[in-house]
T-cell receptor, first 114, second 114 residues
Framework: NAGVMQNPRHLVRRRGQEARLRCSPMKGHSHVYWYRQLPEEGLKFMVYLQKENIIDESGMPKERFSAEFPKEGPSILRIQQVVRGDSAAYFC????????????FGPGTRLTVL | DQQVKQNSPSLSVQEGRISILNCDYTNSMFDYFLWYKKYPAEGPTFLISISSIKDKNEDGRFTVFLNKSAKHLSLHIVPSQPGDSAVYFCVSRNSGGSNYKLTFGKGTLLTVNP
């Protein structure tokens, strides 16, 4: 009974490169959320997706960041032209049918931008 | 503008004693509160929650108290065990349309000494 899976666990990129973070929700979950944790901070909401739909991306920077949750396959958080300030831990969470259900978090991807 | 405040970055207690973690919030729209626990290199794990219509919720060794007039909640762990050593996040959730959006405090690192 696998939980939320994220890969890679660690990702190192140079400034200007692209970062792709993947999240596979728990089995049976169709709601996915991405959060970012900067050093010494709490997690901050970025985006909420259901299959093939972005429901709320109000927490995501307007430029360089995008997210998708295709009909098949994992959810992807994509960061183009990374900058040092993008260095953070990125957590994915999933929940079952209703969006008020408990969110279960993956182990996170730690992105380091050199 | 931090809407959920955990003013103690760290707390150290002896095994068997009570741990009390505190949290204050500023947004009156928050109607549901959760505590998540996080071990290093893992994602946050749901621990316990409380609705704003209640003032106490208990689950085994964990009890959450809510003082709505003071916009304050606390998590009590008794008796504390070394395995409870982790970062504890106070989390709130809006009422209304964006109730999927979790707002995290910065966390309190609890260390339980044997």
């Amino acid at each position: 009974n696998a939980g939320v899976m994220q890969n890679p666990r660690h990702l190192v990129r140079r400034r200007g490169q692209e970062a792709r973070l993947r999240c596979s929700p728990m089995k049976g979950h169709s709601h996915v959320y991405w959060y970012r944790q900067l050093p010494e901070e709490g997690l901050k909401f970025m985006v909420y997706l259901q299959k093939e739909n972005i429901i709320d991306e109000s927490g995501m920077p307007k430029e360089r960041f995008s997210a998708e949750f295709p009909k098949e396959g994992p959810s992807i958080l994509r960061i183009q032209q990374v900058v040092r300030g993008d260095s953070a831990a990125y957590f994915c969470a999933s929940s079952s049918g209703t969006n008020t259900d408990t969110q279960y978090f993956g182990p996170g991807t730690r992105l380091t931008v050199l | 503008d931090q809407q959920v405040k955990q003013n103690s970055p760290s707390l150290s207690v002896q095994e068997g004693r009570i741990s009390i973690l505190n949290c204050d919030y500023t947004n009156s729209m928050f109607d549901y509160f959760l505590w998540y626990k996080k071990y290093p290199a893992e994602g946050p794990t749901f621990l316990i929650s409380i609705s704003s219509i209640k003032d106490k919720n208990e689950d085994g060794r964990f009890t959450v108290f809510l003082n709505k007039s003071a916009k304050h909640l606390s998590l009590h762990i008794v008796p504390s065990q070394p395995g409870d050593s982790a970062v504890y996040f106070c989390v709130s959730r809006n009422s209304g349309g964006s109730n999927y959006k979790l707002t995290f405090g910065k966390g309190t690192l609890l260390t339980v000494n044997p």
